[in-house]
């Protein structure tokens, strides 16, 4: 699933989060929260009316799947009660509250809870916040939660308390936005979005402990993106579902409990690894427990289970045969259960017994129920949709001849034919094309080069990209991708796969970097690569579909050449979601008309394909992420610039320029000169393997 973060503005649109809120925390999750309107199905307070709301919409349905709110202190003030609770009065006094925003709100349709919702919220929220000049963000947490926030840099400025509204306990945090040592430290998802100078932010979070003496570093146990991510996603938990010993006097079942093992699991560690002889049943003790519906190396987690849930093999107690892998998403301790407690409580107390198999069938429906409507809402979509508003039509007054009656003689000038009256109607006006200014076309920086070396080192070393073995680089016309390699594992033999006229060109730049000895050129003449079967260990596909004829026919001559158990990395652009703000009036036709030309082949759409391309091509266990290239030590200017210059000059290249893609280009040439301005460029990443031999 590809998605698309939108800032909201619309009082519609804005009325659908509402109700997206509603859905999801109301009607499936059946929670009660103190600010749902029942009768019209919404849920909002009043710190919406002046919020920013961040939706994330299915690019494929238009469906919400997730949104996000966040007050930001340069746009209105902050609400009294908001700063009462959070205890803000101080530090608004020291920094002002211009520098503060305070985030909340954040609900993901369960359905999607394994994707990248949050990440994809989160991360551009942390984006906008930087570009408008903000330095803390302030939320209200609630304790199950603060481990997560901890790693993602948040610290505390007070102790937890019971919210007035509905006595649930939450306590203040406070993020440092440029404090980029800190978020390091915590090896926090933000350190990655944007660069951050040295010693950015030290002065602000020196004030903050001088103001709160509970903002201290905190002792974090990093997780893995993948579990740290669903554990946010999950912040919306379900009501409470029946308890095991629910009913149940606690002095009759503890002798039967005292016993039995425990297990603690740390950190993203998996029961199955700790012990093989696991009595199949569970519960959870303390902490939080992920379910993942695979045991691959990146799980798709579809649930948290929280402190007294029960989670396992239950086929000893009920009519099922789950058989979930469980992954700790912070330190756990785990009581196991046997599957046979039953039995052995009903050879002395059959009562006992018979309750407790029917607490445990109470937990199964309840899961059950919650499943269908979970796997309802993920079948049929969302009933919201966000998309741009459609322009009103114009009003025009009718004219005093078109009001008077027609005269006989001339009545035969009004017999023209229904076509031609049409096609005269409907004929617009044509503008004089206006003599483009030069300077719309300067030289840019090829986005291929200008990704972030970190990230995508980060992500190749993570997917299995091993140094000491030879690696086809495929699709980067600029040779950065074999450049970047070469430097990024030097004992790798790396293979370029280029078009013939480019070789040399290329081969001038490895030789001044002098790492020409470990790479080999070769041309892709009519879609053939030119090496023999079985002879790559892996492949790393950059930016290689966005023009390809046929990928499909490209994938398939990987699969040739590659042997068994390969890695296949591939990264390619998608300009759906690309992101602007604030946006120049007439991109959205800009970029139809791009997408618009005629084309050889390939998709301007393609990175949301990348997972489903390699999947079909035979390739196992496909997975997919974003790597969003926003503004850092690039400008918002340069990075404009390297997105949409290409796309003017194909525009202009094929003669379909218009007077208003210069209104635009120039509009975007500007955002550099913008405060506020940001801007958003996905790239999409996908990996999978080549099947083992058999």
Same mark, same amino acid.
């Given at each position: 699933?590809?998605? @698309? =973060?939108?800032?909201?503005?619309?009082?519609?649109?804005?009325? /659908?989060?509402?109700?997206?809120?509603?859905? #999801?925390?109301?009607?499936? &999750?059946? /929670?009660?929260?103190? !600010?749902? $309107?029942?009768?019209?199905?919404? =849920?909002?307070?009043?710190?919406?009316?002046?919020?920013?709301? &961040? =939706?994330? =919409? $299915?690019?494929? !349905?238009? *469906?919400?799947?997730?949104t996000l709110r966040s007050c930001f202190g340069n746009d209105h003030p902050l609400h009294p009660k908001l700063v009462s609770r959070l205890g803000l009065a101080p530090m608004i006094a020291a920094l002002g509250a211009e520098r503060i925003s305070t985030t909340s709100a954040l609900v993901v349709d369960p359905a999607f809870g394994g994707e990248t919702i949050a990440s994809t919220l989160a991360t551009q929220l942390y984006s906008v916040a930087l570009a408008k000049r903000l330095q803390v963000d302030v939320l209200d947490c609630e304790p199950a939660l603060a481990s997560t926030c901890h790693q993602l840099g948040y610290r505390p400025i007070g102790e937890p308390t019971a919210r007035a509204s509905d006595g649930a306990m939450r306590q203040p945090l406070a993020l440092v936005l440029r404090q980029g040592s800190y978020l390091g430290q915590v090896k926090s998802p933000f350190a990655r979005v944007t660069y951050h100078p040295p010693g950015s932010g030290e002065a602000t979070a020196a004030r903050l402990a001088e103001l709160y003496p509970a903002f201290q570093d905190q002792e974090v146990v990093p997780q893995q993106l993948d579990s740290f991510w669903a554990a946010l996603a999950h912040v919306n938990a379900p009501a409470p579902p029946p308890s095991l010993f629910e009913g149940v006097d606690r002095a009759a079942i503890d002798p039967y409990l005292a016993g039995l093992s425990k297990v603690y699991l740390g950190t993203d560690q998996r029961l199955s690894e700790l012990t093989e002889e696991t009595s199949g049943m569970g519960m959870l003790l303390s902490g939080r427990l992920g379910l993942t519906v695979g045991s691959g190396a990146r799980p798709f987690f579809v649930s948290v289970l929280r402190t007294g849930e029960v989670f396992g093999q239950m086929g000893g107690m009920a009519a099922t045969g789950a058989d979930p892998t469980i992954v700790a998403l912070e330190d756990c301790e785990v009581l196991l259960l046997p599957q046979d407690l039953p039995d052995r409580i009903q050879q002395r107390d059959p009562a006992l017994a018979q309750r407790i198999r029917r607490n445990l069938a109470n937990i199964l429906v309840y899961r &059950?129920?919650?499943? !269908?409507?979970?796997?309802?809402?993920?079948?049929?979509?969302?009933?919201?949709? #966000? *998309?741009?508003?459609? $322009?009103?039509? #114009? @009003?025009r007054e009718p004219t005093a001849q078109a009001q008077a009656p027609i005269e006989p003689e001339a009545a035969a000038d009004a017999l023209v034919p229904a076509d031609d009256a049409l096609q005269q109607a409907e004929a617009p006006a044509q503008d004089e094309p206006e003599e483009v200014p030069p300077e719309l076309f300067e030289p840019a920086t090829p986005l291929s080069r200008i990704l972030p070396r970190d990230a995508e080192s980060r992500w190749l070393k993570r997917v299995g990209l091993q140094d000491m073995s030879t690696i086809l680089v495929l699709g980067d016309g600029s040779g950065e991708g074999v450049l970047r390699l070469a430097q990024l594992l030097p004992r790798t033999r790396v293979v370029g796969v280029l078009p013939p006229e480019l070789l040399a060109l290329i081969q001038e730049r490895l030789e001044a970097a002098g790492v020409a000895e470990r790479c080999t050129l070769v041309p892709l003449v009519a879609g053939r690569i030119p090496l023999g079967e079985d002879t790559i260990d892996h492949a790393w596909l950059r930016f290689a579909f966005h023009d390809a004829a046929d990928p499909t026919a490209t994938l398939a001559e990987l699969r040739r050449v590659l042997r068994p158990g390969g890695v296949v990395a591939a990264q390619d652009l998608d300009d759906g979601g690309l992101m602007v703000q604030p946006e120049p009036p007439g991109l959205a036709g800009f970029l139809g008309r791009v997408a618009a030309l005629p084309r050889e082949g390939g998709s301007r759409s393609v990175g949301r394909r990348l997972v489903h391309l390699l999947t079909a091509a035979g390739f196992e266990r496909s997975r997919g992420l974003v790597l969003p290239l926003t503004p850092g030590a690039l400008s918002v200017g340069e990075l404009a610039s390297s997105t949409f210059g290409p796309m003017a000059e194909l525009l202009y290249a094929r003669g379909a320029w218009s007077n208003e893609d210069t209104q635009v280009m120039r509009a975007l040439r500007q955002l550099g000169e913008q405060e506020d301005a940001w801007i958003c460029v996905p790239v999409v990443c996908a990996a999978a393997r080549v099947p083992a031999a058999e």
């Amino acid at each position: 699933m590809f998605v @698309q =973060v939108q800032h909201v503005q619309h009082p519609t649109d804005r009325e /659908q989060v509402y109700r997206f809120r509603y859905r #999801i925390l109301v009607e499936e &999750l059946r /929670q009660a929260p103190a !600010n749902a $309107d029942h009768k019209r199905r919404m =849920v909002r307070d009043a710190l919406d009316d002046h919020a920013r709301l &961040l =939706v994330a =919409v $299915d690019e494929q !349905n238009g *469906a919400v799947v997730g949104t996000l709110r966040s007050c930001f202190g340069n746009d209105h003030p902050l609400h009294p009660k908001l700063v009462s609770r959070l205890g803000l009065a101080p530090m608004i006094a020291a920094l002002g509250a211009e520098r503060i925003s305070t985030t909340s709100a954040l609900v993901v349709d369960p359905a999607f809870g394994g994707e990248t919702i949050a990440s994809t919220l989160a991360t551009q929220l942390y984006s906008v916040a930087l570009a408008k000049r903000l330095q803390v963000d302030v939320l209200d947490c609630e304790p199950a939660l603060a481990s997560t926030c901890h790693q993602l840099g948040y610290r505390p400025i007070g102790e937890p308390t019971a919210r007035a509204s509905d006595g649930a306990m939450r306590q203040p945090l406070a993020l440092v936005l440029r404090q980029g040592s800190y978020l390091g430290q915590v090896k926090s998802p933000f350190a990655r979005v944007t660069y951050h100078p040295p010693g950015s932010g030290e002065a602000t979070a020196a004030r903050l402990a001088e103001l709160y003496p509970a903002f201290q570093d905190q002792e974090v146990v990093p997780q893995q993106l993948d579990s740290f991510w669903a554990a946010l996603a999950h912040v919306n938990a379900p009501a409470p579902p029946p308890s095991l010993f629910e009913g149940v006097d606690r002095a009759a079942i503890d002798p039967y409990l005292a016993g039995l093992s425990k297990v603690y699991l740390g950190t993203d560690q998996r029961l199955s690894e700790l012990t093989e002889e696991t009595s199949g049943m569970g519960m959870l003790l303390s902490g939080r427990l992920g379910l993942t519906v695979g045991s691959g190396a990146r799980p798709f987690f579809v649930s948290v289970l929280r402190t007294g849930e029960v989670f396992g093999q239950m086929g000893g107690m009920a009519a099922t045969g789950a058989d979930p892998t469980i992954v700790a998403l912070e330190d756990c301790e785990v009581l196991l259960l046997p599957q046979d407690l039953p039995d052995r409580i009903q050879q002395r107390d059959p009562a006992l017994a018979q309750r407790i198999r029917r607490n445990l069938a109470n937990i199964l429906v309840y899961r &059950l129920e919650l499943m !269908n409507r979970r796997v309802a809402g993920f079948m049929a979509g969302s009933p919201e949709r #966000i *998309a741009p508003d459609a $322009d009103p039509p #114009i @009003q025009r007054e009718p004219t005093a001849q078109a009001q008077a009656p027609i005269e006989p003689e001339a009545a035969a000038d009004a017999l023209v034919p229904a076509d031609d009256a049409l096609q005269q109607a409907e004929a617009p006006a044509q503008d004089e094309p206006e003599e483009v200014p030069p300077e719309l076309f300067e030289p840019a920086t090829p986005l291929s080069r200008i990704l972030p070396r970190d990230a995508e080192s980060r992500w190749l070393k993570r997917v299995g990209l091993q140094d000491m073995s030879t690696i086809l680089v495929l699709g980067d016309g600029s040779g950065e991708g074999v450049l970047r390699l070469a430097q990024l594992l030097p004992r790798t033999r790396v293979v370029g796969v280029l078009p013939p006229e480019l070789l040399a060109l290329i081969q001038e730049r490895l030789e001044a970097a002098g790492v020409a000895e470990r790479c080999t050129l070769v041309p892709l003449v009519a879609g053939r690569i030119p090496l023999g079967e079985d002879t790559i260990d892996h492949a790393w596909l950059r930016f290689a579909f966005h023009d390809a004829a046929d990928p499909t026919a490209t994938l398939a001559e990987l699969r040739r050449v590659l042997r068994p158990g390969g890695v296949v990395a591939a990264q390619d652009l998608d300009d759906g979601g690309l992101m602007v703000q604030p946006e120049p009036p007439g991109l959205a036709g800009f970029l139809g008309r791009v997408a618009a030309l005629p084309r050889e082949g390939g998709s301007r759409s393609v990175g949301r394909r990348l997972v489903h391309l390699l999947t079909a091509a035979g390739f196992e266990r496909s997975r997919g992420l974003v790597l969003p290239l926003t503004p850092g030590a690039l400008s918002v200017g340069e990075l404009a610039s390297s997105t949409f210059g290409p796309m003017a000059e194909l525009l202009y290249a094929r003669g379909a320029w218009s007077n208003e893609d210069t209104q635009v280009m120039r509009a975007l040439r500007q955002l550099g000169e913008q405060e506020d301005a940001w801007i958003c460029v996905p790239v999409v990443c996908a990996a999978a393997r080549v099947p083992a031999a058999e």
